[in-house]
């Protein structure tokens, strides 16, 4: 059995929807972050203000291209689609299903970025890393589905009708 593996913008609701969707599902929850601030004994933002983003993002990598789950809701964290080894391990264990929503949205979501631990370059605006991403998620996502003005509930139902239709016939998708 597949996992389900959410990846998008910070803020687009990977974790507070994932934990939903697992348990509407009947599946397990993981929150990579969660196991990076585990293994690193570290918060993410020490981390990232520690090592530097490209330190976190090498610990961010080997951390998601480790994860051994079955039959789970596996939420990333917004930068992991920079991991060559995670997202192909993620994509060999699961469905990669995109999160989407306008950027306006994530803007209006996220708070403080620095004491939220985005990785953002000095110079580089929220916006840029919008644009830079979202190609990004595109390309490695089998499903992408835009949540924009949908409750949790409604985006729960939906990824897990687009999930179960794309176990059954994964090239109609
Ligand atoms: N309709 C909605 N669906 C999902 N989240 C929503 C919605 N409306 C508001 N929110 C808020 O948006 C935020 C989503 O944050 P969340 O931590 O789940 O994002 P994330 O994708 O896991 O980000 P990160 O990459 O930083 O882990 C939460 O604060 C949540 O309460
Ligand atoms: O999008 C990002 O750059 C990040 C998102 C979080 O989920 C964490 O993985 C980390 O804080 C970096
Ligand atoms: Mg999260």
Same mark, same amino acid.
């Given at each position: 059995?597949? %996992?389900? *593996?959410?990846?998008?913008?910070?803020?687009?609701?990977?974790? !507070?929807?994932?934990?939903?969707?697992?348990? *509407?599902?009947?599946?397990?929850?993981?929150?990579?972050?969660?196991?990076?601030?585990?293994?690193?004994?570290?918060?993410?933002?020490?981390?990232?203000?520690?090592?530097?983003?490209?330190?976190?993002?090498?610990?961010?990598?080997? *951390? %998601?291209? @480790?994860?051994?789950?079955?039959?789970?809701? #596996?939420?990333?964290?917004?930068?992991?689609?920079?991991?060559?080894?995670?997202?192909? /391990?993620?994509?060999?264990? $699961?469905?990669?299903?995109? #999160?989407?929503?306008?950027?306006?949205?994530?803007?209006?979501?996220? $708070?403080?970025?620095?004491?939220? $631990?985005?990785?953002?370059?000095?110079?580089? !605006?929220?916006?840029?890393?919008?644009?830079?991403?979202?190609?990004?998620?595109?390309?490695?996502? /089998?499903?992408?589905? %835009? !949540?924009?003005?949908?409750?949790?509930?409604? @985006?729960?139902?939906?990824?897990?009708?687009?999930?179960?239709?794309?176990?059954?016939?994964?090239?109609?998708?």
């Amino acid at each position: 059995m597949k %996992n389900i *593996v959410l990846i998008g913008m910070p803020g687009c609701g990977k974790s !507070t929807i994932g934990v939903v969707l697992a348990k *509407v599902m009947g599946y397990q929850f993981i929150d990579s972050d969660l196991l990076i601030q585990e293994q690193e004994n570290r918060l993410l933002s020490e981390i990232i203000q520690q090592e530097g983003i490209e330190g976190f993002n090498e610990i961010e990598n080997k *951390v %998601n291209a @480790s994860i051994r789950a079955k039959k789970a809701v #596996i939420a990333t964290g917004g930068s992991v689609i920079y991991g060559k080894e995670a997202t192909k /391990h993620l994509r060999d264990i $699961g469905v990669v299903v995109y #999160i989407s929503l306008p950027y306006e949205e994530i803007e209006s979501r996220l $708070g403080d970025l620095v004491e939220r $631990g985005i990785t953002i370059q000095e110079g580089q !605006t929220l916006r840029d890393l919008y644009q830079e991403r979202c190609p990004l998620y595109e390309e490695q996502a /089998h499903i992408m589905i %835009n !949540t924009q003005g949908l409750e949790i509930r409604d @985006s729960v139902k939906l990824i897990k009708e687009k999930y179960e239709q794309y176990v059954e016939q994964p090239n109609l998708l």
